[in-house]
């Protein structure tokens, strides 16, 4: 069915070149937070967890087959709470299948790499690529030293498909049809009415627990002033959320831009492909992981 808002591929203000980098990491930091709190009572569990079980369920075993590269990683993401979740989660019989774990690797095209370095200390199944990846054209050597040793490359998309128009929607899709073997597109809005209403209650989750943040976890106190007496921090995170929910997509969309992302092979091989899609509440009643999981067939 298709949403009641047509799609609006509006700007984003933490996407423009103008917009303060020291304010764009903290943006980024509280979208994080976002992914991977998890507040009990609240919550059944987090999004990063939710996005976990999701591989882990649709995958099956297969999931010890892949290695997951997040091409839009920004300053970390969820990407590595889900690698912990994942692979915490497995059960020992699945284990034994793969001593090594189940890999995870952090790239983008604007690297964030003190961020990422700290992250993949903490984990023997997270890395990161320090040099910058386009999606739309990923480096030969990435994609091959995996296939190499007998994995699958599995694209991830965390809150990040929605960025692209469709030419370069297109684009990213050609180059994964062509050199991986399965793409996960993980947003946390859909372009509903109701879909508009979580952005803007993460203004307010932003209002009363900024202080904690900002003195306790980020000892940076300035934040405060960007968030109470010049709001742009709750005002960016509200406004873009509100026109990331406009421009989300839906897997019938996702779907035809894979059947004529102009792939090698035509039609024949995009339809090799299939398509899976849901949602999975991790907070009642509005709180969603909408998602898209395409696989190469066997």
Known sequence: ????????????????????????????????IAWTTHIPFLQARSPAQTVANILSDTLGQ??????????????G???????????????????KNEKEGVQFVLTDLHPHVPDWKKAAAESAHLSYVADPVDAANAPADLVGQYKDKGKKVFRLFHLAFHHFDDPLARAILKNTVETSDGFGIFELQNRTLLGLLPPILFGIGILLLAPYYALCVWHAPWTLVFTYLIPVLPFVLVADGIVSALRTRT????????????????PAETEKWELKSGNETFMWPIGRVNWIIATRKR
């Open 1 to 32: 069915m298709a949403p009641l808002l047509p799609r609006m591929h509006l700007f984003e203000i933490d996407d423009q070149p103008w917009f303060p980098p020291w304010l764009r990491s903290k943006v980024q930091a509280a979208l994080t």
């Open 62 to 75: 297969a999931v010890f087959d892949h290695v997951f590269i997040d091409f839009c990683a920004g300053g």
């Open 251 to 266: 897997p019938e969309e996702v779907a035809h831009l894979l059947r004529t992302c102009g792939a090698e092979g035509g």
């Open 77 to 95: 993401g969820p990407t590595p709470s889900i690698e912990r979740h994942l692979n915490a989660t497995l059960p020992p019989s699945s284990q």
